[in-house]
């Protein structure tokens, strides 16, 4: 049987994985490779160090890890470096410390995902207040400036068809455990190196899907031009026989990207998730060889 994650490994997973996001050469993002939009590397770097405690607190619910890992992000950085990566990270979080020893980890997350109610929505409504990301939660109905009268499950697969992250709840993280994470480990399989798996994963998600927060920013044809590019993009990275030999394309694409202040944040986020859930299913099967 696996059990559950202790909270000192899971923030070090947690870490981990938003190291990853730095590492990475993702266009249009920041990363060791260059800084942009107005913040730097050392503002990721300080926002999962002080997001990774209150995430994966134990005995928080989902919507305390969220609020929690909100607040201590933006009393370290004053700036929304992450809100994407803590609503897609919180519910795995929640998983892998509360996960029973007879089920399976996505099993699990399912039930996660079920189990949320009007309080939780009404602690993600306050992180995203707090974060207050482009285009998010300006809508007629449920907006979030006004108390929840549903669940943060509901919310979310209200806001599944604009949003990636939103999906994720709607549909038990299907993506990242159906494609991304296939990808992830595949890639770090042939070339050895994490980093360029979270390459691999973050230039799959732009290719796969207009990246959500493009779209609200700069609307949604400028979201289907970027896709199309990534298309491109992604097949030629998958062609390489080493990653390096793309480095140069993708440092232009990603000065191109910046210049125009167009930042595929979306496909960061889902990046770092795919990351954080590779690192909690490494060490659940870990625990589970050590019991035998």
């Not at 996660?112 to 602690?123: K, N, R």
């Not at 400036?145 to 549903?150: C, K, L």
């Not at 159906?178 to 070339?191: E, Q």
């Not at 990351?275 to 659940?284: H, S, Y």
Request: charged share 20%; aromatic share 6%.
């Amino acid at each position: 049987m696996l059990s559950a994650v202790n909270h000192e490994t899971l923030e070090a997973l947690f870490r981990r994985a938003c190291r990853l996001d730095i590492e990475a050469l993702k266009p249009g993002n920041v990363g060791l490779h260059g800084d942009g939009h107005r913040m730097q590397v050392a503002d990721f770097i300080a926002s999962a160090d002080a997001a990774a405690a209150p995430l994966c607190r134990p005995g928080a619910t989902v919507g305390e890890r969220i609020e929690d890992a909100m607040r201590a992000t933006w009393a370290a950085v004053g700036c929304n470096t992450n809100l994407g990566i803590v609503l897609g990270c919180a519910p795995i979080a929640h998983t892998a410390l509360q996960r029973k020893p007879d089920e399976t980890l996505r099993h699990s997350l399912q039930r996660t995902l079920t189990a949320l109610d009007v309080t939780d929505a009404s602690h993600a409504y306050a992180a995203i207040r707090l974060a207050h990301p482009a285009g998010i939660g300006e809508r007629s109905e449920h907006d979030v400036a006004e108390a929840p009268s549903i669940t943060l499950k509901q919310a979310m697969d209200i806001a599944a068809h604009r949003d990636s992250i939103a999906a994720l709840y709607a549909n038990g993280h299907a993506l990242v455990f159906d494609h991304l994470l296939p990808r992830f480990i595949a890639a770090r399989r042939s070339w050895c190196s994490e980093a360029w798996a979270a390459t691999t994963v973050f230039m799959f998600c732009l290719a796969l899907i207009p990246d959500t927060h493009i779209a609200r920013k700069h609307g949604a044809e400028t979201a289907r031009s970027i896709r199309e590019k990534g298309v491109q993009m992604y097949d030629r990275l998958e062609q390489c026989g080493d990653p390096v030999m793309m480095q140069d394309a993708l440092l232009a694409w990603d000065e191109e990207l910046k210049n125009h202040g167009i930042n595929p944040g979306t496909s960061a986020d889902l990046t770092v998730v795919t990351a954080f859930l590779a690192g909690v299913i490494e060490e659940t099967c870990a625990q589970r060889e050590k019991k035998f």
